[in-house]
């Protein structure tokens, strides 16, 4: 029998009953329970049926009803049943126990004996996965079902885990939780991913709703739902790394939040921040990840000193110029991510690095310099010659006009670094609408088959077809690319597959490359 606010698990997946009742449909003989589920394209409806509403649900189209008597449903566990359903059942005994027969021999399983009694020894477990267990409540230890598991199991009363992943399961109680670490005093890592901890403020001790012990160093509380003004109430001595994502926090719920004193690593990802929380700004955070929440600027924003690793993956970033405020913003990055914003929404990935390392102060990641670079870009390492032709490519751009940038500190510094002046070739010609392009074949490229004047506004197409006049092969048998800085054994490959793009967007120079693939 379940009741409101229970979480109920069905074939593996979880929601909350929202109702318990009789509904029409069903009659008065056949109970019935209303379920918003935690994954909303599962449901049929809101709470209503036929036009009586029964519930409402706190997000619209993720409920939907269950007869009580549905063998669906999975039955609720205690904490030590599924330890012991998991590591020491008495079926794993007997299945790794059997003899192994080689045609007409027969052999001693010593291998899985061996496993059997390292898995039976549950108090020296290092790790303890129990996620998707349907686990509500502690229980005691009697609980556990192998006698000599259970006896072992109260002589040490103890279990050495380091981690403990207790994810998507019924808890919603925090004294729950507290009676289950207590059987951890080594416990380091805890994983409460997917529980709805909804305990009310009003439950609290001394204005602390839960406290975690001081071994704790790691808590991950992805969508638990917690209440903002609950993590105000939440302790967490030692913990570095929080995890709170997919949680549907918004801007108001961190204004008098600053997180933990201690913590180091924070996940805010898949809320629904439209800005990072000033509250933030603390000495010890290092690591911020704000991936898949609304953020569109970061302006207003003070600057952040102290961190090193960012992720602003699909946010609302629209514009260049955002980019350029976190340059200004965020000193002392060492990593970004931040793929998949409206403002590279028309950009290959090759053209967002190159506008991203023109804009953001990058060096290699084997150089070992200072702190303050970039050397991991959305995901991956930089190298020296792709800092280098990126940001030749990107001054070229700025000069001709084709590119803005608004950091002028970011600005002074390609120009100090290349001596602007003397060595970077912007388009030279007579009329600056035109431009000289030399064609070549990529298996011969030192021979010149042509050169031909062009220009500037005219498109990648236009210069497809005077290649294809010259070649008499098909437009679609052929491929044409050039080199950024027009250096084949240094330059970044750039290959000319947008048809419309203008030839003065590519950055060319007069009497550049052109190769025929």
């Excluded at 059997?116 to 020894?121: A, H, K, R, S």
């Excluded at 012990?213 to 003004?229: G, K, N, R, Y």
């Excluded at 409206?342 to 190159?354: A, D, G, I, K, Y």
Aim: glycine share 4%; charged share 20%.
């Amino acid at each position: 029998m379940f009741s409101v606010s229970d979480r109920i698990s069905v074939q593996n997946a979880l929601g909350t009953v929202r109702f318990v009742g009789y509904v029409h449909v069903w009659g008065s003989q056949t109970l019935a329970y209303g379920i918003e589920w935690d994954d909303p394209a599962r449901g049929k409806n809101s709470g209503e049926l036929d036009g009586i509403s029964y519930f409402t649900t706190l997000t619209a189209g993720a409920g939907s009803f269950l007869k009580a008597t549905s063998t669906k449903i999975s039955k609720p566990c205690l904490f030590f049943e599924a330890v012991s359903q998991r590591y020491a059942s008495e079926s794993n005994t007997d299945a790794l126990s059997e003899k192994v027969v080689f045609g007409s021999k027969t052999v001693e399983n010593f291998g899985f004996q061996k496993l059997n009694e390292i898995l039976n020894d549950i108090a020296h477990l290092e790790v303890i996965m129990l996620d998707h267990q349907c686990i509500r409540i502690a229980g005691e230890p009697g609980e556990m079902k192998v006698k000599e598991v259970s006896n072992n199991f109260e002589l040490n009363h103890m279990f050495g885990a380091e981690t403990l992943d207790l994810s998507s399961n019924l808890i919603t109680k925090w004294s729950e939780v507290g009676k289950i670490m207590h059987y951890f005093p080594k416990l380091k890592s805890i994983n409460l991913n997917g529980n709805r901890l909804l305990d009310d403020t009003s439950e609290k001790t001394s204005g602390c709703i839960f406290a975690f012990p001081e071994s704790v160093i790691s808590v991950s509380l992805s969508a638990t739902f917690i209440p903002a003004q609950n993590l105000l109430c939440l302790f967490f001595p030692n913990v570095t790394r929080l995890e709170l994502s997919e949680n549907n926090y918004e801007d108001c719920d961190f204004n008098n939040w600053q997180g933990p004193e201690k913590v180091a690593e924070l996940d805010l990802s898949y809320n629904k921040f439209s800005l990072i929380p000033l509250s933030l700004n603390k000495h010890t955070l290092t690591l911020l990840i704000l991936a898949d929440n609304q953020i569109s600027s970061v302006r207003q924003l003070p600057v952040f000193e102290h961190i090193k690793k960012l992720d602003l993956r699909r946010n609302a970033i629209s514009s260049f110029d955002e980019i350029d405020q976190i340059a200004r913003k965020f000193p002392n990055l060492n990593e970004l991510r931040i793929n998949d914003c409206p403002v590279f929404e028309n950009l290959t990935s090759e053209e967002m690095t190159l506008h991203l390392i023109g804009r953001l102060v990058c060096e290699p990641w084997m150089a070992k310099l200072s702190p303050k670079f970039i050397n991991k870009l959305n995901g991956t390492f930089l190298l020296h010659l792709e800092i280098t032709n990126a940001e030749l490519y990107f001054i070229s751009k700025v000069k001709s006009g084709h590119f803005s940038i608004s950091n002028t500190e970011r600005w002074k510094q390609l120009v100090m670094k290349y001596d602007i002046h003397e060595s970077v070739r912007t388009q030279i010609s007579s009329d600056d609408r035109k431009i000289v392009l030399s064609i070549r074949k990529a298996s011969n490229p030192d021979h010149e088959l042509f050169s031909r004047v062009f220009l500037q506004k005219n498109s990648v197409l236009r210069l497809k077809g005077v290649v294809l006049k010259h070649i008499a092969k098909y437009i679609l048998d052929f491929s044409i690319y050039y080199y950024v800085n027009d250096d084949q054994a240094y330059g970044t490959r750039q290959i000319l597959s947008d048809d419309i793009a203008s030839l003065q967007s590519l950055g060319l120079s007069q009497n550049h490359r052109i190769y025929v693939l």
